[in-house]
């Protein structure tokens, strides 16, 4: 597992290579103005499409809750897909671009908790970068608890699949069951209908499995003419899958997957 870091740099602004920079002026997320999107939703929206990121987040602030909420989701990228971030984050967001007045959209334990970790986080005129960064620890700590206190784990896959590999699965059923898959935190695969087959994946932005790739892969040889590209996240077969083809198919993957040659 990648060990993941974050930096607290007061005097920092601009980005950095291999380094995630959240709200550091001209970062690699910034908020656009009070009607959004904001840098928190922008880098959550990425989460759920399945963007990869750099294991190193680097700060300047952490004045503001969008912060605290920005480094959980870099640390656990996995509460995503839980329906309590949602909420959460659209709250925090809200708050951080709207002010007290958004605090009227919100339920009374919403507006209290928001309150309660905002006044954890230190003033811009805090004595040190030491007691600002407790503070981000501290506050961090509090918005995962108060996501565990809501914790609905998922369901998990209403079917047995037949194969995984660094987050993609292979599996056949009558139907794709698509929701249940990526609320299980799996970034695509291989589903095998009666009729159908489809290649999938949460979005163009799944770096690990370019679809382009898999189509010149499968040019030639038993997978010729088997698929189609209906999308830039899904290949659609032309035809129901023979078990060869199935076979075939999660072998072509799994090598892009790998890195090896096919």
């Known amino acids: 597992m990648i060990e993941k870091t974050v930096n607290f740099f007061p005097e920092f602004t601009g980005t950095k290579p291999d380094s995630l920079c959240f709200r550091t002026g001209n970062g690699t997320f910034e908020d656009q103005g009070s009607l959004g999107p904001s840098a928190l939703c922008q880098f959550y929206d990425r989460l759920l499409l ?29 509460l995503a897909v839980e329906p309590a971030t949602s909420q959460l984050v659209r709250n925090i967001d809200l708050y951080h671009r709207l002010g007290v007045v958004s605090l009227t959209a919100m339920s009374e334990h919403d507006r209290t908790f928001l309150g309660r970790v905002q ?6 005129l805090s004595d040190s970068p030491a007691s600002r960064i407790n503070a981000l620890y501290q506050t961090t700590a509090l918005l995962e608890e ?11 896959l209403p079917f047995a699949h037949d194969k ?9 059923t009558l139907t794709p069951h698509l929701v249940r898959v990526y609320e ?7 589903w095998c209908g009666p009729e159908t087959a489809m290649i999938f994946k949460r979005s163009n932005l799944v770096e690990d499995l370019p679809l382009d790739k898999l189509m010149k892969s499968m040019e030639n040889g038993p997978l010729q003419g088997v698929w189609l590209q209906s999308d830039s996240s899904t290949l659609m077969s032309r035809q129901p899958l023979t078990e060869d083809h ?8 799994s090598a892009l997957l790998t890195g090896e040659d096919l």
């Open 119 to 124: 006044g954890m986080l230190p003033s811009p």
């Open 246 to 253: 199935y076979e075939e198919t999660w072998r072509a993957m």
């Open 184 to 190: 299980n935190f799996y970034q695509g695969g291989l």
């Open 164 to 172: 995984e590999l660094q987050g993609f699965i292979s599996y056949k």
């Open 50 to 78: 399945g963007q990869s990121f750099p294991s190193r987040l680097i700060l300047n602030q952490c004045y503001t809750l969008d912060v605290p909420m920005a480094y959980l989701l870099f640390r656990k990228p996995e």
């Open 146 to 156: 108060e996501l565990r206190l809501c914790y609905m784990a998922p369901e998990e």
